[in-house]
Structure formats: structure tokens, C-alpha cells
């Protein structure tokens, strides 16, 4: 434990020598005021360097995120999604740097502790202060959050995936990610300032703030849109394949690995809580896995309704239920805690994915089973299992309340908002769906004139 917590005089001068390179290629904005700042300390070093390393690990779920949702949509929208979801974190990051970031964190309160605005843009400046107490400078916190903004708009994606208008998704996406989304997290993770923050709301990693927000976001779309052609005959859901488990089942991993930036980086320093939040991330991973493979074999519950089948789609979103699931809470969960959260939530990602089936809504990749219904119960959940607050662990009541407050208000805010802005998108760019020609040929052609595999046959439509 002493290694984990200590850093040997040898590491920290060869970690000062990569930070240093880097410094000099402006990452941390340091060159403009070198003349005026004191020599680097190795906390300020350490901490900054961490949150860079899980900022990128958070930037490449984009890679995940982009895998899942084209495996288990068809070989004809597979330009599409790949294209959403890598120009979405471009878009996001733009709209967040432009005004999200400010409103989110550095705006004045125009109704304290609910509504943020004033100014654009951030400050990147780097004081002497942070340096010497190894502090975030403005640009790595920056780059951290603005990773997790791109998160929330990529989870719409998914919901809305195979029939909505590429221009439309553009333009809804960069309004969430600027204004929608940081107002909501200003509440939550204004440290002190945010109504949810001074009542007592926990969600550390963002099972609800980047999670549900997005997952309720992306619903309302997908009501609007109505279900693709072929999905509901007489009434029932039928089962329509991904045309690639392979990549599907690589983004899966990914966004498991990514996942070691998004929890652990929400300490925001370099702590000997970071490898027990890795742990805990670990075993919700693993008990999503265990129980969505267990729960996909029950009658009824697998995409081609298979009694006795494992399913590997099921086995996929049980994986990424779990990792929503212990998010909210992951620092103060114990082990056994964590792993059974995880259980659960796999378990509710495959009644979840039937529930909304027979609710005659189409989320082509169970992406509201998973961000929406497991954000909430993960949320929920440290009201339930937090070591310090949680009911069960003789807490009593009182942080439960709290929780269900926040998943409350997050959730009717960001459905209204969503209902509105999805409407106007629609009304003023010529409505939000393809038309019935372009969805029967595919997305690529109709929308990008292009496709993923040229010198392949189409799959069946």
C-alpha cells in the first residue's frame, strides 16, 4: 500500500521530465507566464498529469461508444453512426469551450444555486497558487469535463440511431452540450454552490448528471421519431440484428477501460482513493456481466425471445449497466457493495430492454436500459449502500431522499427541455426523420451518399 500512496524521489523526477516536455508544448498553458510562476511542485505535477491521462481515456469511450452503436445497428446505417459519434464529441467540445464550461462552472448566478450565465469562453491562466498547493490548472479541468459532456451527447445517439436526420442531430446535440447539460450540472457539481450539492445529492461520477441526462434526452427523441419500419408488426417488437458483434463486443471493452478515466478521474488528483475507485468500477463491470448473461437466458427476455440462450448483446449492456450503475457512488461503496449493485443493474438492463420494447419505443441498442434505467438505480443506490449515509449500512433514510430529489428534478428538467428543443430542431429545420426511401436504403446512402463496406453485398434490409 505504501508504493501506491508513495512517490519514490526517482519516479517523481522522471515523471517531472515527461510533464515538463509536455508543459513546453503548451499543454498546460504554463509558457506565456513562466517569468512569474515558481518552480513546479511534484503534487502539481502528479495531479495534473492524472487528470490528463483520465481525461484521454474518457475522450477515446467516444471509440466505444461509436463500436457499440454500429455493431448492433445494421450494415446499411453504419456510415451514420460512426459519423455522429465522432463529429458529436467535436461539436461538443466546441459548444462547451464556447459557453458550456463557463455556465457550468465560472458564471455568475442568475437564480443561485439553479440558473448560471455571463461570458463566454474560460480563463486558462495559471496562477502561483495552484502550483504551490497542486492544484487543477483551468485547461486539464477543462479538457477533463468537457470529455464528460461529450459523453451525454454521444448517449443520444444511440436512442435515435438508424432514422433521424444527421443535420438535426448536429444542431440538438450542440444545444445540449452548451446550454442544457451544464446548466443541470451546475446543481449537482458546482462543489458548494449548486442547490443538489448544499442539500446533500451524491452523484460522484455521473450516473445522473451525464448518464440519465443523456439517456432522457435521447427517449424524448426517440418518442418523437417514432419506432423504425419493421420493428413493431401487429403490434409486437421484432427483433432486428446488429450487423457486427465483433466491433460491438471491442467497444464494449473499451468503454470499460475508458471507464478507468471517467471514475477514478473524479477524485480530480492523484490519491490513494484512485485505485480503491478502480477496484469498485472493476466488480460493477463484473457483476453487469455475470447477471446479464444469467437474466438474457430467461424465457422471453433475449432479442429473438430464445428461452435457455446466453445472449452476447445482453451480456454487452449488462456490462455497461453495471459500470452506470456504480458509478454515482463508486468512492464510497464497499467491494461487496459495488459488485452487487452491478448484479442488479445487469439484471435490470435485460427487463428494462422488454419493458421498453413492449412500451412500442425503438432504442435500436437498449441505451435507456442502460444510461437511463441504470443511471437512475445507481443513483438511488447510494442512498442505499453509501458506507457512510446509506440505509442499509444503518444510515437511515435521509440520503435516500436526498437521491430521489435529485433523480426527480434532473429527470423533469431534462425531459421538458428536451421536448422543447427537439420540437423547435424539428420545426425549423424541415422536421427530424428521413424519409421512408432513405430509411429503407440505409443512412449512408440516403444521408451521406457513401457506405461502410463498398465491396460487400447489402445485408438483408
Known amino acids: 500500500m505504501s508504493r501506491i500512496r508513495v512517490f519514490s524521489s526517482q519516479r517523481l523526477l522522471w515523471l517531472a521530465c ?16 513562466a517569468a512569474e510562476l515558481p518552480e513546479l511542485t511534484p503534487a502539481f505535477l502528479a495531479n495534473n498529469f492524472f487528470l490528463f491521462i ?33 463529429l458529436v464529441f467535436g461539436i461538443a467540445v466546441t459548444a462547451y469551450w464556447f459557453i458550456g464550461y463557463k455556465i457550468m462552472y465560472n458564471a455568475d448566478w ?48 444511440g436512442l435515435v440511431a438508424e432514422r433521424i436526420k444527421f443535420p438535426q442531430f448536429v444542431v440538438f446535440s450542440l444545444v445540449l452540450v452548451a446550454i442544457i447539460y451544464p446548466i443541470l450540472g451546475s446543481w449537482q457539481w458546482n462543489v458548494g454552490e449548486g442547490w443538489l450539492n448544499k442539500l446533500g ?47 460491438a463486443t471491442l467497444g464494449c471493452l473499451i468503454l470499460w477501460i475508458g471507464w478507468y478515466g471517467f471514475n477514478p478521474g473524479s477524485w480530480l488528483s492523484m490519491a490513494p482513493e484512485v485505485p480503491y475507485i478502480a477496484v469498485t468500477t472493476t466488480l ?13 437466458q430467461l424465457p422471453g427476455k433475449g432479442p429473438d425471445k430464445r428461452p435457455g440462450k446466453p445472449d452476447l448483446t445482453m451480456t454487452i449492456n449488462g456490462i455497461l449497466g453495471g459500470l452506470v450503475g456504480v458509478t454515482a457512488g463508486c468512492d464510497g461503496y464497499s467491494m461487496v457493495s459495488a ?15 422488454a419493458f421498453i420494447d413492449n412500451m412500442k419505443i425503438d432504442d435500436p441498442v437498449g441505451a435507456f436500459s442502460v444510461h437511463g434505467v441504470c443511471g437512475i438505480f445507481g443513483t438511488l443506490a447510494v442512498g442505499l449502500f453509501n458506507k457512510d449515509k446509506g440505509l442499509l449500512t444503518g444510515h437511515g433514510f435521509a440520503q435516500l431522499g436526498h437521491q430521489f430529489v435529485g433523480v426527480f428534478a434532473f429527470a423533469i428538467v431534462a425531459i421538458i427541455s428536451s421536448v422543447i428543443l427537439w420540437w423547435l430542431v424539428g420545426a425549423l429545420f424541415g422536421g427530424l426523420r428521413v424519409t421512408e426511401e432513405e430509411e429503407i436504403i440505409g443512412l449512408d446512402l440516403g444521408e451521406h451518399g457513401m457506405e461502410a463496406y463498398p465491396d460487400f453485398a447489402p445485408a438483408a434490409k
Open 201 to 247: 445529492f451524491i452523484d460522484f461520477a455521473g450516473s445522473t448528471v451525464v448518464h440519465s441526462v443523456g439517456a432522457w434526452a435521447g427517449i424524448v427523441g426517440a418518442i418523437m421519431l417514432g419506432p423504425r419500419i419493421g420493428k413493431f408488426v401487429g403490434g409486437k417488437p421484432q427483433a432486428i440484428p446488429g450487423h457486427n458483434l465483433a466491433i
Open 339 to 353: 459488485w452487487v449493485i452491478g448484479f442488479f443493474s445487469g439484471i435490470l438492463v435485460v427487463f428494462a430492454v
Open 284 to 296: 460493477g463491470a463484473a457483476g453487469g456481466a455475470i447477471s446479464g448473461t444469467l437474466a438474457s
Open 110 to 157: 442568475v437564480i443561485p444555486g439553479w440558473l448560471k450565465f455571463g461570458g463566454l469562453f474560460f480563463d486558462p491562466t495559471v496562477t502561483p497558487e495552484m502550483i504551490t498547493e497542486g492544484k487543477l490548472v483551468p485547461s486539464v479541468d477543462f479538457l477533463f469535463q468537457a470529455a464528460f459532456a461529450g459523453t451525454s451527447a454521444t448517449i443520444v445517439s
Open 54 to 86: 483520465c481525461a484521454v481515456l474518457v475522450i477515446f469511450m467516444n471509440a466505444g461508444f461509436a463500436m457499440v452503436e454500429a455493431g448492433m445497428c445494421r450494415q446499411k446505417n453504419a456510415v451514420n453512426i460512426l459519423f455522429k459519434n465522432l
Open 18 to 33: 515527461v510533464l515538463a516536455a509536455l508543459f513546453g508544448l503548451g499543454l498546460f498553458n504554463l509558457s506565456a507566464h
